[in-house]
């Protein structure tokens, strides 16, 4: 395996964690849901609204600002009950139905947030001197998806520019 493959999997191992956890939690509820009773749905709740995302923290809490982790947490706990709507049988769903308008809120408010990140990095990236650095700083967009910004905002400028001179 490559050292830069090593590098990436030690500082994102919640990445390759997720599917396998979702797949080990897919299969108790498949083979097990029945012997649980009641109690299935509050062990999907707390595995995919608390365990994961306290996950996710130990992941990233050493690479990430704490403003961005907060909000990203909160973005994975509205997931977590998105999905275990789709994976608890609906007649053991008790406290599933009361979420879902929490959940919808908290996805909306989670929305504009990430809207007005979005438009602060396309203003820096349409600027004048847009740099790679500004964006991730305004956005807390990785470094690879900061640079495909600002390359693809120089070639429109570029294109654009080419199209007026005609």
């Known amino acids: 395996m490559s050292t830069a493959l090593q590098s990436w999997l030690k500082a994102n191992w919640f990445a ?7 797949l080990i939690e897919w299969l108790v509820v498949r083979d097990m849901g029945g012997e649980m009773g009641r ?7 707390f595995d995919l609204c608390v365990f994961m995302p306290i996950l996710y923290v130990l992941c990233y809490r050493r690479t ?5 982790l907060v909000l990203r947490t909160v973005a994975l706990v509205c997931l977590g009950i998105y999905i275990a709507t789709y994976l608890v049988p609906e007649p053991l769903q008790a406290l599933l139905p009361q979420l879902g308008p929490l ?3 908290g ?6 947030i990430e809207l007005r990140l979005l438009i602060a990095a396309l203003r820096i990236v349409w600027g004048s001197n847009g740099s790679v ?3 991730q700083a305004a956005s807390g967009a990785p470094a690879w ?4 910004m600002v390359m693809e905002a120089r ?3 570029w294109l654009w520019s080419l199209i007026r001179r005609r």
């Open 16 to 22: 390759v964690a997720v599917p396998v956890l979702l």
């Open 145 to 148: 998806i900061a640079r495909l």
């Open 103 to 105: 959940r919808i809120a």
């Open 39 to 45: 109690f299935l749905e509050i062990v999907v709740l």
């Open 64 to 68: 990430m600002p704490l403003k961005q």
């Open 107 to 112: 996805l909306a408010v989670l929305v504009l």
């Open 155 to 157: 070639f429109w400028k």
């Open 133 to 135: 650095e500004q964006v």
